[in-house]
């Protein structure tokens, strides 16, 4: 038996890149996953930087069935909330259930390394609406699902497994509060014995990325030789979506994931500890090819005094282990 078969999954964002790389690799485990986008066959996406692009979510969705899941095609303008209320009724009609919701809802724009006094406040902004309000208003409706069988899992997708400045305003805060939304959806719901938890690939071969290197799955490793702008963004290091895709099916099928729940989690971390590989055979670490080819990006110290991290709070310390503690030493009494 697959690791998730029977189990239902959303993935909002499936398109291309992350969202489609995680969808394919959920089926592959066995589940059942609905895919959802605004990129249709029967009415494409005309707004945005993926305007005209020809990945679909009907072509992802028969990627997923492909690889042994079924793959369930739903158009989705998650920014639009009786969209998405109907999505989550349409789950909660045919399955009775959503085990997991990976939110990978790009903010869908171009950035520039501008000061922020410099950027388009217009760009910036439906960059904010695109990349969170979508991830909360989606995340509204599908909880409840989740807390009414008192389980399931919520992913957000991310960029970076730290809290360093990420180079553009609007670019750091999209990316920084989807961690952010994470954690809180793990506090919330960790009572209702579901758990949320932010992922990040590394640097990936999307279909994007590809195309603007000059690259195939075929010669990309030439490419990332003998290209100059390829070799400066790291290119020899890089991963497929679905690598990051495995990493979300692992954290789906581990029984102990409430564990996790609130984390941070790069996909390379999550290879090491799940021992899964990328679909090549290969075993990508973005931190630690990045370490050693860009040192000077690594060690560079923040111009203000001050660095923000992330801390993992003891177990032992943990507010569920000291409930365990208070319920032992009463049964004791």
């Known amino acids: 038996m697959k690791s998730l078969e ?3 999954a959303v993935v909002a964002g499936a398109t291309r890149g992350a969202g489609r790389g995680i969808a394919c690799m959920l089926g592959e485990a066995g589940a059942t996953v609905y895919c959802t986008g605004r990129n249709s066959r029967e009415r494409p996406n005309t707004e945005g930087v993926y305007a005209g692009r020809p990945e679909t979510i009907e072509e992802t969705a028969e990627m997923v069935s492909g690889r042994g899941g079924r793959g369930i095609a ?10 998405v209320v109907a999505l989550f009724d349409r789950v909660g009609r045919e399955q009775g259930r959503l085990d997991l919701l990976v939110n990978d809802i790009s903010e869908g724009v171009d950035h520039e390394l501008k000061p922020f006094w410099k950027l388009s406040l217009e760009r910036g902004l439906r960059a904010l609406r695109l990349g969170i309000d979508t991830h909360i208003i989606t995340t509204r409706h599908a909880a409840p699902l989740m807390v009414r069988r008192k389980g399931g899992l919520i992913v957000e997708v991310g960029d970076g497994d730290a809290l360093y400045y990420r180079g553009n ?27 949320a938890l932010a992922v990040t690939p590394g640097f990936m071969r ?34 497929t979506p679905f690598f990051v895709g495995r990493a979300v ?3 789906a099928a581990d029984p102990r994931v409430l564990e996790k729940s609130g984390g941070l989690y790069g996909s390379w971390t999550l290879s090491e500890e799940y021992g899964f590989t990328d679909v090549d055979g290969a075993r990508p670490h973005w931190q630690r090819y990045f370490s050693e080819h860009f040192p000077q990006l690594v060690d560079a110290a923040p111009k203000t005094s001050f660095r923000w991290t992330l801390e993992r709070v003891p177990e032992s310390e943990s507010r569920p282990a000291k409930r365990r503690r208070r319920k032992a030493a009463s049964e004791a009494e």
């Open 6 to 8: 029977g189990k239902v």
């Open 74 to 83: 739903v158009r989705t303008d998650h920014l639009e909330e009786e969209q």
């Open 169 to 195: 305003l609007f670019y750091d805060l999209v990316k920084i509060t989807t961690s952010r939304l994470a954690y809180a959806w793990a506090e919330e719901l960790r009572p209702h014995g579901a758990a």
């Open 206 to 239: 999307t279909e994007v990325v590809l195309e603007r290197l000059g690259a195939t799955e075929e010669n990309w490793r030439e490419v990332a030789e003998q290209s100059a702008a390829a070799r400066g963004y790291g290119f020899a290091g890089s991963e």
């Open 249 to 251: 099916a692992a954290l």
